[in-house]
């Protein structure tokens, strides 16, 4: 059965590795030491969520609600769009310093529906664990699937607090002014990829349903 746990690791790892609004999040909140525990916590748990749900039989109600994955689709890109600017503004502004520290200024509760957000608003979390790995894990039998699922959370798990960890411990170098510019700049521009390339897609898949 250890070979069914180390394919969904790697499998999971994989697929968490590439910079997306998750690990963005993570990374930046690590980085000012503001609840990254908590946010890593969050992440994971998100995770296996989707994770089970997607191996045990999610895939299929995804698969079969064509107007639910185009409406998870578009408000995706809405809110990558949104926090893309942030991240950009954050990264123009003529005092970095002052910008980043009207976001540490941000309670508790504001950071967890951004962090929810981030997990639950993003589509490709949902191709990831629903269509992937429930397309790979959703045919093994009962007893090694529960091992897939174990490997892919494990990865999930490792990552997410590995990442919240080390940006903390690196803290010291990423919080100078010029660090903060290419990081909030880097990381805008990456969610603006993305929402553009999901906005491609929900054009494609709606023109599909049109059609």
Same mark, same amino acid.
């Given at each position: 059965m250890l070979s069914y746990f180390f394919q969904g690791?790697?499998?999971?790892a994989a697929l968490i590795l590439p910079l997306g609004p998750q690990n963005?999040?993570?990374?930046?909140?690590?980085?000012?030491?503001q609840y990254h525990l908590m946010i890593a916590s969050l992440c994971a748990i998100s995770d296996l969520?989707?994770?089970?749900?997607?191996?045990?039989?999610?895939? %299929? $109600?995804?698969?079969? &609600?064509?107007?639910?994955?185009?409406?998870?689709t578009w408000g995706g890109v809405?809110?990558?769009?949104?926090?893309?600017?942030?991240?950009?503004?954050?990264?123009m502004s003529s005092s970095v310093e002052l910008a980043s520290a009207e976001v540490m200024k941000q309670g508790r509760w504001k950071i967890i529906a951004t962090?929810?957000?981030?997990t639950w608003l993003n589509p490709h979390v949902y191709l990831d664990t629903f269509v992937v790995l429930g397309s790979l894990g959703g045919q093994l039998a009962d007893e090694p699937?529960?091992?897939? %699922? $174990?490997?892919?959370? &494990?990865?999930?798990i490792l990552w997410f607090y590995g990442l919240a960890l080390m940006a903390a411990w690196l803290a010291p170098r990423l919080r100078t002014a010029k660090a903060q510019r290419i990081i909030n700049g880097v990381v805008g521009l990456v969610m603006w990829f993305i929402a553009l390339q999901l906005a491609a897609d929900g054009v494609r898949h709606l023109t599909s349903l049109m059609g």
């Open positions: 690791f790697t499998l999971g963005a999040f993570v990374m930046n909140q690590g980085i000012r030491r969520i989707l994770i089970c749900g997607g191996i045990f039989g999610g895939s %299929a $109600l995804l698969m079969q &609600s064509p107007w639910l994955l185009a409406i998870v809405a809110f990558l769009l949104w926090y893309g600017w942030g991240a950009l503004r954050t990264a962090v929810l957000a981030v699937k529960r091992w897939f %699922a $174990l490997g892919t959370a &494990s990865a999930s």
